[in-house]
């Protein structure tokens, strides 16, 4: 991929609490239609990384560019205007709204002509038959009611409206923080799916997991963050899972080669 351009890049991030150093002139890239695993221990600083890229925190030096352009996010919103959409551990779900009122949160459709821009009525059948066209493409077909509350939903099923949202959105790269940390066997099976289907579709995925027979199945390349910074990237074809926690808990050091080339 080095000779690709990287959609997503990030250069020397850094940003302190206090006397804590959280992310230590870290950098990052994920090239076009990859998904890129992020790694690290508790405290190695990945969730802030991550944080920075998602717009959720403004680090205190680095710079980030999107498809080559420098980018100073603000906030979340800033990252998703540019076609970043990050889906949370915690989902950030009404779990009382509907499939659609929750795909649609924050940017609803206004009903064409007066209705809608001076009565602000919400059109309804359209963001019903979008968010149905999203789930079917995502292959979501057990959900029969698109109008149906969130909290009526299956762990596995949440997650997959939760990703079908960021894929609907998202047109530049899609964020997943452990998407599959509380679900059951058969409910993470389908999310790696998913994210192989995004990966098809031709949308780079930043995948943030401690779950490694998961990372190594999908993931095109492993960042493994140490300390606040980058340790080094592997590739899952070439490295065992031993390696790569090794590497990330220090009880391993990587090849020199990995390290000069960060």
Same mark, same amino acid.
């Given at each position: 991929?080095?000779?690709?351009?990287?959609?997503?890049?990030?250069?020397?991030?850094?940003?302190?609490?206090?006397?804590?150093?959280?992310?230590?002139?870290?950098?990052?890239?994920?090239?076009?239609?990859?998904?890129?695993?992020?790694?690290?221990?508790?405290?190695?600083?990945?969730?802030?990384?991550?944080?920075?890229?998602?717009?959720?925190?403004?680090?205190?030096?680095?710079?980030?560019?999107?498809?080559?352009?420098?980018?100073?996010?603000?906030?979340?919103?800033?990252?998703?205007?540019?076609?970043?959409?990050?889906?949370?551990?915690?989902?950030?779900?009404?779990?009382?709204?509907?499939?659609?009122?929750?795909?649609?949160?924050?940017?609803?459709?206004?009903?064409?002509?007066?209705?809608?821009?001076?009565?602000?009525?919400?059109?309804?059948?359209?963001?019903?038959?979008?968010?149905?066209?999203?789930?079917?493409?995502?292959?979501?077909?057990?959900?029969?009611?698109?109008?149906?509350?969130?909290?009526?939903?299956?762990?596995?099923?949440?997650?997959? &409206?939760? &990703?079908?949202?960021?894929?609907?959105?998202?047109?530049?790269?899609?964020?997943?923080?452990?998407?599959?940390?509380?679900?059951?066997?058969?409910?993470?099976?389908?999310?790696?799916?998913?994210?192989?289907?995004?990966?098809?579709?031709?949308?780079? &995925?930043?995948?943030?997991?401690?779950?490694?027979?998961?990372?190594?199945?999908?993931?095109?390349?492993?960042?493994?963050?140490?300390?606040?910074?980058?340790?080094?990237?592997?590739?899952?074809?070439?490295?065992?899972?031993?390696?790569?926690?090794?590497?990330?808990?220090?009880?391993?050091?990587?090849?020199?080669?990995?390290?000069?080339?960060?």
């Amino acid at each position: 991929m080095s000779n690709q351009e990287p959609i997503l890049k990030a250069v020397n991030l850094l940003k302190r609490y206090g006397h804590v150093t959280a992310m230590d002139h870290c950098n990052f890239e994920l090239y076009p239609g990859e998904v890129v695993a992020v790694i690290g221990d508790n405290g190695a600083g990945k969730s802030t990384l991550i944080k920075a890229l998602s717009g959720a925190l403004v680090p205190d030096a680095g710079e980030i560019y999107l498809e080559g352009k420098r980018v100073n996010f603000t906030s979340p919103l800033d990252a998703r205007d540019q076609g970043i959409e990050t889906v949370y551990q915690q989902l950030a779900m009404s779990p009382a709204l509907s499939i659609a009122d929750n795909m649609f949160m924050g940017r609803e459709l206004r009903k064409p002509g007066i209705m809608g821009s001076l009565f602000r009525r919400l059109d309804k059948p359209a963001m019903e038959a979008f968010a149905r066209e999203k789930l079917n493409e995502l292959g979501l077909m057990t959900i029969q009611n698109i109008q149906q509350a969130v909290e009526t939903l299956s762990g596995g099923q949440r997650q997959g &409206v939760a &990703v079908a949202r960021a894929a609907a959105f998202g047109s530049k790269v899609v964020i997943l923080d452990e998407p599959t940390a509380a679900l059951g066997v058969k409910e993470s099976r389908r999310v790696l799916d998913l994210i192989k289907e995004l990966k098809a579709r031709g949308l780079p &995925v930043i995948l943030i997991s401690h779950n490694m027979p998961h990372v190594f199945e999908v993931a095109d390349r492993i960042h493994i963050h140490r300390l606040g910074t980058r340790l080094c990237v592997i590739r899952p074809d070439e490295y065992e899972m031993n390696d790569a926690v090794a590497f990330m808990v220090g009880a391993k050091e990587p090849p020199q080669e990995l390290l000069n080339a960060v």
